[in-house]
């Protein structure tokens, strides 16, 4: 069936060629695209049309393009907003690369053109006007940090780090103790802070956390709290040690 559906398309795009513009060739020398992203998901690497999730989000597109031997290509990869008209980013080559930092709905669509001689190919507005474009959905920021840890070897709650996160673009984490000291940092919302300064165990207590973010959707993160450090905590003398 799906060999079907491919053939009844390109015999119906060669009538329209024929038709509309004067071409006179078969179906197999017309150039075709069918733009693809592959982008990291849950499961690894991952291609597909639709993609919902968090920021920063890194996606390759292609242009797929086949039978464009012998003709002169122009390439025009439209970037546009959910109930926007016009595209925020259009890019001049036939694969490319995009980091999707802003929260919301995508839409993404390649315009092609294909010329030889007289004869002329386009996939513009009248083509996507009946296909579907690449939809990249990213959903709004959240940033939850906890207010204690037990670094103690039972690989349970060892290190002090984001309760949960998404679509985190910006951020950095510091440690003090009660003097003001700093004892770490980091910049990934998946890092966090083992309990050592210099490579030796802190003793047990409480310290304080800053935290500055910035979420896909321009929310801005400020987290100051103190964070309590239980090295004699474990899981069989109470139910949790983060909030």
């Known amino acids: 069936m799906k060999e079907i559906a491919k053939d009844m398309k390109k015999l119906l795009l060669t009538l329209l060629l024929v038709l509309f513009t004067g071409i006179n060739i078969t179906a197999d020398e017309i150039p ?141 984490a510091y440690i003090y103790n009660r003097w003001g000291q700093k004892l770490y940092e980091w910049h990934d919302p998946a890092g966090g802070w083992d309990g050592t300064y210099k490579g030796k165990d802190v003793a047990q207590g409480v310290y304080y956390v800053l935290v500055k973010a910035k979420g896909a959707d321009g929310r801005r993160f400020t987290i100051k709290r103190d964070v309590n450090l239980l090295r004699g905590y474990t899981e069989s003398n109470s139910s949790t040690g983060r909030e």
Do not use: C
């Open 32 to 172: 075709t695209i069918s733009p693809t992203a592959t982008y990291e998901g849950k499961n690894g690497e991952e291609e597909g049309q639709n993609y919902s999730g968090t920021a920063p989000l890194d996606v390759r597109f292609k242009a797929n393009t086949q039978n464009a031997d012998g003709w002169t290509a122009y390439y025009e990869w439209r970037f546009t907003r959910e109930s926007e008209q016009e595209p925020y980013l259009i890019r001049y080559e036939e694969n490319t690369e995009y980091t999707f930092l802003e929260a919301g709905s995508h839409s993404i669509v390649l315009y092609a053109v294909f010329t030889q001689g007289e004869n002329r190919v386009e996939y513009t507005e009248e083509y996507w006007s009946t296909m579907t474009p690449i939809k990249i959905s990213i959903s709004e920021s959240m940033l939850e940090m906890p207010n204690a840890f037990s670094p103690n070897g039972d690989d349970k709650n060892n290190i002090f780090k984001a309760k949960k996160y998404q679509s985190i673009v910006e951020f950095d």
